[in-house]
């Protein structure tokens, strides 16, 4: 699923040593597999090429330039959440009728500046934000596109945080509220309301919510005789972190294709996490080990809790290997980065071989909501993006410097 292998000992990027490249940037930042990111791209694209959709990576998962530069030139469209992510995807060179926007908190201006580029469409969250949108497409004089972002009350075994198809979450909006809008599509002149939009969820390992959810909103569309373009089915598909069983591309078409493959819409996946979050991990150098009270040990690391906050805040796990292997006893482990938080750290209770002062390691599946979820919280720099392409690894992001940290602040006396 990456490739990210040992070779001899030493833990590689493609072919290239990442001891080598540990000690040529300083710790911690980002690595990503230009070789991974493609391959994944092009397995949603190959397996379900029999009602070629139109694949919108998801930025907020991984808004790299230099990535979405690549995967644009590969074919993708983007899916966006904000005004700056749509200024960052036109960077990218991404043509704006394959950006599709998304957010349950679009701003007048953010409207007004994506209609103005000729985005796609827009996913609607809610009746007063197609108000807001009827509205300042009027004063434009312009007719965007616009999707209902169905909420079909259907739950997904994954973190509650990122759990999105539910009634009691903020997203979208209910069949109910969805088919008064469509019975009273007049009211809205200004827009062309001819899309469906379904996302629920995130890291989803499995394919019956998905199918549940579509077959659940495709009898909405039909029983309501509702004629649409656009069936945009998200994103979510989940990916290998631990122990769980993720379903590959071909696994999702098996399960989906026999039910959309006939209608007659244009389908768009919003994937971001499949594509990008085997394709990055997070390289950290050991500071110290510590024996605390009981004989508990803590292997303390320069990377923390704003580097990678998903451990911190999902409970999420990471593979975290040694990047160069050894032989030494394993032994249990908190892995907790320098921050002056309890809620710090990258693993728990982790078994590890033992691990030593100045020896690097790799936080594995670190590409999706990684670097983006980042900050400078202690006053801490943010690390380089590193990007290993072709043999050559090119800084794509460089490290954050004291002096970017007071960027845009006044010392007044």
Known sequence: MHSFNYKKGVLHCENVSMEEIAKQHPTPFYLYSSKTIMDHFCKIKNAFKEIDPLICFSMKSNSNLSICRALVNAGSGLDIVSGGELYKALK??????????????????????????????????SVPELIMIDTVAKKLKKKPNVALRINPDVKARTHDYITTGTKEKKFGIDTRVAEEI???????????????HLHI??????????????????????????????????????IVYNSERARSAKEF??????????????????PGRFIVGNGGVLVTKVLYVKTGSGGKQFAIVDAGMNDLLRPSLYEAHHDILPIVKSKRESRKYDVVGPI??????????????????????????????????????????????????????????????????????????
């Open 92 to 125: 990218t060179g991404c043509p704006p009728e394959r950006i599709v926007y998304a957010s349950v908190g679009k701003t007048e201006d953010e409207i007004r500046t994506a209609i103005r580029k000729g985005i796609l469409f827009f996913n609607i969250e």
């Open 182 to 196: 469509f019975d009273n599509a007049n009211k809205y002149s200004n827009v062309v309301l001819n899309g469906i």
């Open 201 to 238: 969820g995130s890291q989803i390992t499995e394919t019956a919510p998905f199918v549940r959810a579509i077959k659940k909103t495709l009898d909405f569309i039909e029983k309501n005789g509702i004629d649409i373009k656009w069936f945009n089915l998200g994103g979510g598909f989940g």
């Open 253 to 270: 078409a098996r399960a989906l294709l026999p039910i959309i493959k006939d209608k007659p819409y244009k389908f768009i996946f919003e």
């Open 340 to 413: 002056c938080e309890s809620g710090d750290y990258l693993a728990l209770d982790r078994k590890m071989p033992e691990i030593i002062p100045g020896e690097y390691l790799s936080v594995m599946s670190a590409g999706a909501y990684g670097y983006v979820m980042a900050s400078n919280y202690n006053s801490r720099p943010r690390g380089a993006e590193l990007l290993v392409k072709n043999g050559d690894v090119k800084t794509v992001r460089r490290r954050e410097t004291y002096q970017d940290l007071i960027r845009g602040e006044k010392n007044i006396p």
